[in-house]
């Protein structure tokens, strides 16, 4: 029987912002904010909690006072971590951050032993890999969040060119979430019409480059990463394995042979469920796109071995 409980470990602008639009959805009875800046958590939760009283269901948010707060979530967002900063290496950021998993990490195998999790840090491909390998967790519980954003920022780039399809638009990005994401035309449709039917290759170069940069481009004008499509993407993943929806998102997974790749985390087309991943699912890759898949896993094993190489999993 599912609790509906959901912690969400970073009270920042994803962890706040995914705490907001759950409670708008009605998706859980119950969510707790845990940050190490506790004030934050628990200001937050409070304001969230007050704008849910206009919605048919009053969702209960509180904030952390304490790690075991956390106890028994059914779901557990990771949004902790720092972003880069000036003079900070790509090696200095994967140490940082892959430090705050193994610490957050010991308190939700503490306290949520059973949760799904669902990795929203970054580099996300590899945070997500770090979960499964400080946890050892059966493999369909650790979930990677970005399909969901990218492939939601593809269909935005969509509807601007078409101005048509709204929610009928189904994109699909795979692969890493950096800059050999892999936003894949033929799998996506609109309304069930194939792309190529609608839109000149010309112009499907311009949609792909644009949500390759999706993000980059919000950066440009904030000065910090983005926050709102992200909580939509998460908790659209929330509301899956709580309802058991079964729902095709590409969502980065550790693959056990699937693709002709082991031990590492990738980007694929998934259904998930109460169980989390229910299933990976295999598409059929011609050449080009093998070729731009096997670039994208490349990425992340080279992230991979930085942590190998500097002795974080011994
Ligand atoms: N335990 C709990 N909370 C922590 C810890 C920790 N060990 N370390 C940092 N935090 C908290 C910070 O106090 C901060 O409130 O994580 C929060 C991060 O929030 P923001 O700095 O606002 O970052 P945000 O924009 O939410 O992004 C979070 O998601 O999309 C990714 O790249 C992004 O990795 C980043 C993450």
């Not at 499907?204 to 990463?225: C, E, P, Q, Y």
């Amino acid at each position: 029987m599912s609790n509906r409980k959901v912690g969400i470990i970073g009270a920042g602008a994803v962890g706040a912002t995914t705490a907001y639009t759950l409670g708008m959805m009605g998706t859980c009875d119950e969510i707790v904010l845990y940050d190490i800046n506790q004030d934050i958590a628990i200001g937050k939760a409070i304001d969230i909690e007050q704008s849910t009283i206009y919605s048919t269901k009053v969702t209960k948010i509180t904030g952390a006072k304490d790690a075991s707060d956390l106890e028994d979530c059914e779901v557990v967002v990771i949004t902790a971590g720092v972003p880069r900063k000036d003079g900070m290496t790509r090696e200095d950021l994967l140490m940082i951050n892959a430090k705050i998993i193994k610490d957050v990490i010991s308190k939700i195998e503490k306290y949520s032993p059973n949760a799904k999790i669902i990795c929203v840090a970054n580099p996300l491909d590899v945070m997500t890999y770090v979960i499964h390998k400080l946890t050892s967790w059966e493999s369909n519980r650790i979930i990677g969040m970005a399909g969901a954003l990218d492939s939601s920022r593809m269909a935005y780039e969509i509807n601007k060119f078409t101005n048509y399809g709204c929610s009928g638009i189904k994109a699909m990005v795979i692969g890493d979430h950096g800059e050999n994401m892999i936003p894949c035309t033929n799998l996506s449709n609109i309304g069930g019409v194939h792309l190529e039917s609608l839109i000149s290759k010309e112009n499907m170069k311009d949609i792909i480059h644009r949500t390759k940069n999706g993000g980059a481009a919000i950066v440009k004008h904030l000065g910090t990463s983005a926050y709102y499509a992200p909580a939509r993407g998460i908790a659209v993943m929330v509301q899956a394995i709580l309802d058991d929806n079964k729902i095709v998102m590409p969502s980065s997974v550790l693959l056990n042979n699937e693709y002709g790749y082991s031990d590492v985390t990738v980007g694929v087309p998934v259904v998930l469920g109460k169980n989390g991943v229910e299933k990976i699912i295999e598409i059929d890759m011609d050449e080009e796109l093998k070729s731009k898949f096997d670039d994208s896993v490349n990425t992340i094993q080279s992230g991979i071995d930085i942590l190998k190489d500097n002795n974080f999993f011994s």
